[in-house]
């Protein structure tokens, strides 16, 4: 069974950055997409970023030049840098790899 743990999440003021990291552990196989999702109260979850094959990444346009995912395949760790944050970027912060969802982390985005 595959276990994601998610860290980094918290509250920052408008402007400022924060890096999410999930780790997967566990029965682990080889996996072409795997993203961030988030879910702001009384909203649907919705995609943020994701790694598809090939190393190709997609954004949605909300976070486009402003986040950046990552992942390192030794450390089977997936990241997300969110820099410039505004306070529309306040959700529940979700990974999904290995076709598990992880349980989120807060990101709070005020002054």
């Known amino acids: 069974q595959v276990q994601l743990v998610e860290s980094g999440g918290g509250l920052v003021q408008p402007g400022g950055s924060l890096s999410l990291s999930c780790v997967a552990s566990g029965r682990l196989f080889s996996i072409n997409a795997m993203g961030w999702y988030r879910q702001a109260p009384g909203k649907q979850r919705e995609l943020v970023a994701q790694?598809?094959?090939?190393?190709?990444?997609n954004y949605a346009d909300s976070v486009k030049g402003r986040f950046t995912i990552s992942r390192d395949n030794a450390k089977n760790t997936m990241y997300l840098q969110m820099n410039s944050l505004k306070p529309e970027d306040t959700a529940v912060y979700y990974c999904?790899?290995?076709?598990?969802w992880g349980r989120g982390t807060q990101v709070t985005v005020s002054s």
């Open positions: 999904f790899m290995y076709g598990r």
């Open positions: 790694i598809v094959g090939g190393g190709l990444t």
